[in-house]
């Protein structure tokens, strides 16, 4: 199963050690209280420097505060919960007054879409991710019939307010939906841990049991 974007709580003592080891991040007071507060993590490939045997995470800043995306590692026995990213539906509510006819079309083509980057992150922590600029990154799940999501995902794509971004998954990983769409022989297929080229039939004819 990839698990890239699932949303992962760390342990708060777990939390305050990794701070007492990066003062650069203990200084930032939403860090520093970011496990306190129950937020999550994300999971991201690993780098090639990171400790091995630890979890790769990530969390991204809101834009009041730069925007950026911190890179972080636990062990895995500091890790209380794991999620998948938040269903489309669960996070419309949050979402700007002007995205929610895009979304229910959206979900009307697949009620099972789930949501990452600044909708999600609004969603699940409250904090101030979403602005004017910001785009709706979505997930799917690659079905048998892929044609029909791709066309309709293109046609909404279309007409909404948003840039709509996003990956749908299949079970050698996941590519993008643009991508999908095109004219074009090979995507880059992303997985848990690497990004490969993959003749874009084959990523088509790989659902997931």
């Not at 199963?1 to 760390?10: I, S």
């Not at 970011?34 to 990171?50: S, T």
């Not at 006819?101 to 600044?118: E, Y």
Request: proline share 10%; hydrophobic share 45%.
């Amino acid at each position: 199963m990839q698990r890239r974007h699932w949303m992962l709580t760390p342990n708060r003592n777990a939390w305050a050690g990794l701070l007492a080891r990066r003062p650069d991040l203990a200084s930032e007071p939403l860090v520093a209280a970011w496990a306190e507060r129950g937020f999550p993590l994300v999971l991201r490939r690993p780098l090639e420097d990171e400790p091995p045997g630890e979890v790769p995470l990530g969390l991204p800043l809101p834009p009041g505060l730069g925007k950026r995306r911190l890179a972080l590692t636990l062990p895995e026995r500091d890790i209380v919960s794991i999620q998948p990213p938040p269903r489309l539906a669960a996070a419309a509510a949050t979402a700007p007054a002007a995205w929610q006819g895009t979304i229910a079309a959206l979900l009307r083509l697949d009620a099972g879409t789930r949501c990452f980057g600044s909708l999600a992150w609004h969603y699940l922590t409250g904090l101030s991710y979403l602005s004017p600029a910001s785009d709706l990154d979505l997930l799917w799940e690659l079905p048998a019939q892929p044609s029909s999501l791709l066309d309709g995902i293109a046609a909404i794509a279309g007409a909404a307010p948003m840039q709509i971004d996003g990956e749908v998954q299949g079970s050698s990983g996941a590519a993008q939906w643009r991508e999908l769409h095109a004219s074009c022989d090979h995507v880059a297929v992303k997985n848990d841990t690497a990004v490969v080229l993959m003749a874009k039939g084959a990523f088509l004819a790989c659902a997931p049991s």
